[in-house]
């Protein structure tokens, strides 16, 4: 340091102190207890910010569908016989599905921080087989609908989307199914130690609102 | 005698401005401009390389100062003047820039509405955008008039303007004259009178680009677009293809003819052809 | 994922020791960075032999040393490998890796297994889309931006490798950025605040902040171009119905900020040298943070200016000139309060000093032709020539990879303990920035008089500036020797550094050289004043050499 200005240097510097040329590797016990005492001993738990950081991620790609999805329909006329038009009634039962679901989601996890396990498995179950209901429902849609996947642009946007879409389902299903496998009494999720219910919920919970925007978007447009 | 630093400052600057305004006026780095919007363009150009010159000689000038003046002499370990901000000053050189690029950005806007950009390309007529995409090939001839205009440049008053048909296709470009149905690799067309190109391309983006015009616009596949432009100095100057089109990209070139105003008459009665012969205009993309 | 406890990055039976952890899915941040440094180097010898091959065939104006097919082959993979494997992962990667858990006073990154994903998908991606050359029908040949249709009618094989290699290479990038914002945001020492942190974690706090918005729509964008490719959907087919515009515009919304991504971590790291090497105070720190959160908004809003040519109507070509000229605002914050940083400072003239202030003038003029090609009449004669070549190699390489360079030199002798040589430093200067400028500067006039980009054969007036380019780029590749003797030499045999050869207060200073796994060997230090240099106005400096200037307090 060359400064002789009271202040204008770093207020603590206590490793200016430190020994000069520690081996690189080895730290002794003493030195590593302390280390744990103000190191990672204070180290939050981020998963979660983390996990919401990625859904934001997982957000802007859908984003982008939905730019592309709503550009060709304000600019790309669509060939002759072929509509936008789409059967409301399933797609329908399928967000009323799909809502209940977060609810179900959302009591499976006050039910374990109130250390009710198995009214948490109960939940988890309903929930899983809310998500599971959409799943066949869309399969039914699929099965029915009048055109392909490259049968025109509609078509092929209308596929990727829900087809996306329907991933995540799916990935969130198996979330689920291994949240309620680890919620068992004796596993590893438990009333004190419920990270991964909390972030399969905030999973489950970004699926349904981009369900929300995509039914809004794809279909009642 | 101590001279004051803001009189120098003052002084340096002074000589910075002229010199960027010297270099502006005097240091000719664009091809000749043979368009009615070359000449409005080299005057933007113009503009914005004066700027650019004083602001970078101003930078570098003073970089290269600070390098020289301040530099460590051997021995010295003591530190700099402890300044850790100095708000007033901040907000000049944000200001300053500020209103630079405001004025960069009107001014530039003002230009491309004097070149056409800003005309409305649709008020001929309802868009007819439906059949566009699904039969872009059978609309190749005749019905592309109707077409929606998705893109291009156009100028007001266009009035009279000759009609020409490009088709971009790798690695060609193929012009068409509907009034005497000539078909040529070469686009021969009149000074001075308005030509009104309507681009199609048939497999990639192309883009068609005249240097000495200062034009270059896309041409998308299944996007009809149009440009139009007034060629004001007889001569023959490159096409270039200006968009990555395949192997042979940097090949796809060809010219344009500028005629005088008879000539151009002459070229247009001689190659129109008898029925069913074809043009007899060169071919060659690298002409 | 799992929470970062000492065990997991200390060393275990069967982690390897020496310098066999370096080729290890290690944990530990410092390693992580040098991984990511040595293999983005690797890459950036294999895109500079790309580029050399490019200069070879234009050093004539027929298409002569390979095929045309395979120019475009080269291009492609030139733009790919320098862009995705070279400049994001090390001005990213390496030095956010190294840096930011010091300067927020951590021991590691907040998620260290992710971290070392991230890098770990770097070496397959990479070694994919090199291989995808040798394969049958050969690599991408439509540009580092893939346009359709274009994109669709290449050789398939070669753009869906082209395609999984970036999708790669960009979730690597998002999970780097994840971990960044955690870390800058969440991680920092007790004590530590935001408006405390060196400009580099600001800096990457920004750039991950673009990572994480706009990654993804890229990744969505070449999801759906590979349906275009192998299940002949019609997204972007106007054959088939759609739209080509559209791509464009969603390509653009990531790749415009990926400049951003490219060099904001450069202007973070040359804050962190420029105060150290002029002993005084960064100029104007707070204006500077929000100069960075400037760029990050604008940022997000000017993709179509990439786009001025290809069909955009009037209004939308009208506010992205705006947007994008508006962006030379913060940018020239920075640049006036680095000047004002050096002056009156006491300028160390080394290697990482003139790589910096090289950066200042290379992307000066780097930033003077992006105001200008801002504006829509003057973008629609030079857009896709080497006018853009020139224009934005100023700022890659003339900004990004200078700073990488001024980088290496500054952080050297913390990653090893020991100092590179000045002496081969200034020579490895001399000729980076004699051979840049040689390269590209004429590029600006051949694009001015219609030398479109990305061919493989030109009209013959061009030649000979064709010549002094590739005579520059001859240039550039022998300048890289120096620097390689260097680094390699002196890891061995240089000068021993000491722990802070530059009497530096950023925290990764105050530690030993090479530092210890966990950073420090004791407690994290509280450093909240991290360019506190220089000495008071008015004050006396005891440490000055002459009577004389013991007087002026140093100012003469």
Redesign the interface.
């Known amino acids: 340091m060359?400064?002789l200005?009271p202040g204008?240097g770093p207020t603590d510097l206590q490793a200016e102190s430190a020994p000069p040329s520690l081996p690189e590797t080895v730290l002794d016990e003493a030195q590593r207890g302390e280390t744990h005492a103000d190191g990672h001993a204070a180290h939050p738990d981020l998963r979660l910010f983390g996990l919401a950081t990625f859904l934001v991620a997982d957000g802007m790609t859908f984003a982008g569908f939905f730019a592309a999805y709503l550009t060709f329909r304000a600019?790309?006329?669509l060939?002759?016989g072929s509509s936008y038009e789409l059967e409301l009634l399933l797609p329908t039962i399928n967000t009323v599905l799909l809502v209940l679901s977060s609810v179900t989601f959302h009591r499976a996890g006050s039910n374990l921080r109130d250390g009710n396990g198995s009214g948490c498995r109960s939940w988890l179950l309903g929930t899983g087989v809310l998500g599971a209901a959409f799943l066949a429902g869309q399969m039914v849609e699929y099965f029915n609908l009048p055109f392909g996947l490259t049968d025109n642009l509609f078509a092929s946007t209308f596929y990727a989307l829900t087809g996306f879409h329907g991933l995540h389902v799916t990935l969130g299903v198996i979330c689920i199914l291994i949240v309620w496998a680890q919620a068992r009494p004796g596993g590893r999720i438990n009333q004190q130690d419920h990270f991964g219910l909390e972030a399969a919920e905030l999973y489950w919970h970004f699926v349904d609102g981009i369900w929300v925007v995509l039914y809004g978007i794809l279909y009642l447009l | 005698m101590a001279i004051p630093p803001t009189l120098i400052t003052l002084l340096v600057g002074m000589v910075l401005v002229l010199t960027g305004l010297w270099v502006g006026q005097n240091v000719q780095?664009?091809?000749l401009d043979a368009s009615a919007n070359a000449p409005?363009?080299d005057s933007?150009?113009q503009v914005?390389f004066s700027?650019?010159t004083i602001?970078?000689l101003g930078?570098?000038g003073?970089?290269v100062f600070?390098?020289v003046r301040?530099?460590?002499r051997r021995?010295?370990?003591?530190?700099?003047?402890?300044?850790?901000?100095?708000l007033p000053?901040?907000i000049v050189?944000?200001a300053i820039?500020?209103i630079v690029?405001?004025f960069?950005?009107i001014y530039?806007?003002d230009?491309?509405e004097r070149?056409g950009?800003?005309t409305p390309l649709n008020d001929h007529g309802a868009m007819h955008?439906?059949?566009?995409?699904?039969d872009?090939s059978a609309a190749a001839d005749g019905g592309t008039q109707q077409a929606r205009v998705?893109?291009?440049?156009g100028q007001a008053g266009s009035a009279g303007a000759l009609p020409v048909e490009l088709t971009a296709m790798q690695f060609a470009f193929i012009f068409h004259y509907p009034e005497g149905d000539i078909t040529s690799g070469e686009l021969h067309i009149p000074a001075n009178r308005p030509v009104e190109l309507r681009m199609k391309a048939n497999?990639?983006?192309h883009?068609f680009?005249v240097?000495?015009f200062?034009?270059?616009?896309?041409v998308?596949?299944?996007?009809q677009?149009v440009l139009t432009f007034t060629a004001t100095k007889p001569g023959s100057y490159?096409i270039?293809?200006?968009?990555?089109?395949?192997?042979?990209?940097?090949?796809m070139?060809s010219t344009v003819v500028v005629h005088e105003s008879d000539a151009f008459d002459a070229w247009l009665t001689k190659n129109t052809p008898a029925p069913a012969t074809v043009a007899s205009a060169p071919l060659h993309p690298t002409a | 994922m799992t929470l970062a406890s000492p065990s997991d990055f200390e060393p275990q039976g069967l982690q390897p020791q020496g310098w066999l952890k370096y080729l290890s899915f290690s944990l530990d941040h410092k390693v992580i960075g040098l991984q990511y440094l040595v293999t983005g180097f690797v890459f950036y010898l294999i895109g500079g032999a790309l580029a050399g091959v490019i200069r070879t065939e234009l050093a004539s104006p027929i298409?002569d040393f390979v095929?045309?097919?395979t120019?475009?082959e080269v291009l492609t993979l030139h733009g790919t490998v320098m862009i995705f494997l070279w400049i994001v992962p090390v001005v990213n990667g390496a030095f956010g890796n190294y840096l930011i858990p010091f300067y927020v006073g951590a021991r590691d990154m907040a998620f260290p297994r992710l971290n070392a994903v991230a890098f770990w998908l770097i070496p397959p991606a990479g070694i994919l889309l090199i291989s995808s050359y040798f394969i049958a029908g050969g690599a991408a040949?439509?540009?580092w931006t893939a346009?359709p249709?274009?994109s669709l009618?290449?050789p398939a094989l070669g753009q869906v490798i082209w395609i999984l290699s970036v999708l790669l290479l960009g979730g690597s990038s998002i999970f780097g950025g994840i971990n960044f914002i955690a870390t800058i945001w969440k991680l920092r020492r007790p004590g530590l605040k935001m408006m405390q942190l060196p400009m580099y974690c600001w800096a990457m706090l920004g750039t991950s902040i673009l990572v994480v918005l706009s990654t993804p729509v890229l990744a969505g964008t070449l999801i759906l171009l590979s349906f275009d490719i192998i299940a002949h959907t019609g997204f972007f087919n106007?054959?088939l119905?759609?739209?080509?515009?559209v791509y464009q515009h969603l390509f653009w919304f990531y790749s415009h900020p990926a400049v951003y991504i490219m060099v904001l971590p450069a202007f973070g790291l040359v804050s962190e040298i420029l105060p150290i090497h002029?002993?005084?105070?960064?100029?104007?720190?707070?204006?500077m943070v929000y100069s960075i959160l400037g760029i990050v908004v604008l940022g997000l809003i000017v993709w179509a200016h990439h786009m001025f040519?290809?069909?955009?109507?009037?209004w939308m070509?009208?506010f992205f000139?705006?947007a994008t000229?508006?962006i030379?605002?913060p940018t020239?914050?920075k640049?006036?309060?680095w000047?004002?940083t050096?002056?009156?400072?006491?300028?160390?003239?080394n290697s990482a000093m003139l790589f910096s202030?090289a950066f200042?003038?290379n992307f000066?003029?780097g930033g003077?032709?992006g105001?200008?090609l801002?504006?829509?009449?003057?973008d629609?004669?030079v857009?896709?020539?080497y006018f853009v070549v020139g224009h934005f190699h100023y700022i890659v390489y003339g900004g990004t990879v200078f700073i990488i360079f001024a980088s290496v030199y500054h952080w050297y002798p913390k990653f090893t303990g020991r100092m590179l040589n000045e002496d081969l430093g200034r020579l490895h200067f001399l000729l980076t920035f004699i051979g840049f400028n040689l390269c590209f500067a004429p590029q600006?006039?051949l694009g001015?008089?219609?030398m479109?980009?990305?061919?493989?054969?030109?009209?013959p007036a061009f030649t000979t500036l064709n010549q002094v380019s590739s005579i520059g780029a001859l240039l550039m590749a022998i300048s890289t020797l120096p620097f390689l003797i260097n680094v390699v030499w002196s890891a061995f045999r240089g000068e021993v550094a000491g722990d802070n050869p530059w009497n530096a207060l950023t925290p990764e200073w105050l530690t030993t050289s090479p530092p210890p796994v966990e950073n420090w060997p004791g407690e994290a230090p509280l450093v909240t004043h991290p360019?506190?240099?220089?000495?008071?106005?008015g004050q006396l400096?005891l440490?000055?050499?002459t009577g004389r200037?013991l007087w002026t307090?140093?100012?003469r």
């Open positions: 060359t400064s200005a204008s600019v790309n006329p060939p002759e | 780095l664009l091809p409005v363009y933007l150009f914005l700027i650019g602001l970078f930078i570098a003073l970089l600070s390098l301040f530099r460590r021995g010295d370990r003591s530190d700099g003047v402890a300044i850790e901000g100095n000053m901040e050189w944000t820039p500020a690029v405001l960069v950005g530039s806007y230009i491309y070149m950009g800003m955008g439906m059949a566009m995409a699904s872009s998705w893109a291009g440049i497999d990639v983006i883009a680009w240097p000495q200062r034009l270059k616009q896309d998308i596949p299944g996007q677009t490159p270039v293809c200006a968009e990555l089109c395949g192997p042979y990209h940097g090949g070139r | 298409s095929s045309r097919e120019y475009n040949q439509s540009g346009y249709p274009l009618t290449t106007p054959a119905g759609g739209n080509v515009v002029a002993r005084k105070p960064l100029f104007g720190y707070t204006t040519t290809s069909g955009t109507p009037p070509r009208l000139t705006i000229s508006f030379a605002v020239g914050i640049f006036f309060n000047l004002a050096l002056w009156g400072g006491k300028l160390a003239l202030c200042i003038v000066v003029f003077i032709t105001v200008a801002a504006q829509v009449p003057f629609i004669h857009h896709d020539t600006h006039w001015l008089n219609g479109p980009r990305r061919v493989a054969e030109y009209d360019y506190g240099y220089g000495i008071p106005e400096d440490k000055v050499t200037e307090g140093g100012r």
